[in-house]
């Protein structure tokens, strides 16, 4: 019984050239560490371009919440200072709608008012 080797490379000794012998073994030394740094690199990016936007989200955020808090506040404000004319107050008690037309036409403490009505 005749043993053959399963491993046996394929080619006759001396027929690889050494353009050969290099080739086969430029692919694990060169490209796959290359790939293994280009995955790294992309991960890194990733986390800092996710991080980047988090804190600028957050920074906006916060920008809007302090816009929205002084908007409230400066409501408050008015309905406060209206809360004191009572020129105001009576003609709203009393739905007179002439009254409130002139303190809409010419407010004489400075505010904005919104009014809704069905006509």
Do not use: C, H
């Not at 399963?6 to 353009?19: C, N, V, W, Y």
């Not at 796959?32 to 991080?51: C, G, K, V």
């Not at 209206?82 to 007179?96: E, G, H, K």
């Amino acid at each position: 019984m005749k043993f053959t080797n399963p491993f046996k490379f394929p080619f006759r000794a001396g027929t690889l050239s050494l353009k050969t012998v290099l080739s086969i073994y430029f692919i694990p030394i060169s490209i796959l560490p290359a790939i293994f740094l280009s995955f790294y690199s992309q991960r890194l990016f990733q986390d800092s371009l996710t991080e980047t936007l988090s804190r600028r989200a957050s920074s906006e955020r916060d920008a809007i919440v302090a816009e929205i808090d002084s908007f409230e506040s400066e409501l408050k404000a008015q309905a406060r200072a209206l809360s004191q004319q009572p020129r105001f107050v009576r003609a709203v008690s009393v739905r007179d709608v002439q009254t409130l037309g002139s303190i809409i036409a010419n407010p004489s403490w400075g505010g904005v008012i919104r009014v809704y009505t069905t006509s």
